[in-house]
């Protein structure tokens, strides 16, 4: 009996802890890798955090309000290495986003790449780190 109920004790700390570590890089249900779509706006503010960057980008909305757009980016150390960091994109500086979008419609996005005004694109997923 004391066997079994040690048995039930790992296999349920397994799967809690499997669990979480398969949440973690669930994107294929929460972004529509099958489309990419361009936000243009303004950076509301870089959200520089592991596990992954976030940006915030106010988007005039249909009916002429801001919709605040969330997009999710690569984890702190592999922008790093590509020469990103906490200050390379502004509060206030325009941006277009080229993003995989939530599946759901609501305002979220997986960033593929940011191009700034002047045309240079910055933040691009899967670029090589050497």
């Not at 361009?38 to 249909?62: C, F, K, S, Y």
């Not at 599946?103 to 979220?108: L, N, Q, V």
């Amino acid at each position: 009996m004391k066997q079994t109920l040690v048995v039930v004790g790992l296999v349920a700390a397994l799967l809690s802890v499997s669990g979480k570590a398969l949440a973690h890089h669930g994107r294929g249900n929460r972004y529509d890798f099958d489309t990419e779509i361009a936000i243009q706006g303004t950076v509301r503010e870089l959200i520089w955090r592991n596990p992954h960057i976030a940006i915030a980008i106010d988007v005039e909305g249909e009916d002429g309000k801001p919709v605040t757009w969330l997009i999710e980016h690569s984890n702190v150390n592999t922008l790093a290495r590509l020469g990103y960091h906490r200050n390379t994109l502004k509060s206030g500086q325009p941006v277009t986003a080229y993003i995989s979008p939530g599946r759901e419609g609501e305002p979220i996005g997986l960033c593929q790449r940011i191009v700034l005004e002047d045309g240079t694109v910055i933040f691009v997923r899967g670029a090589d780190v050497d």
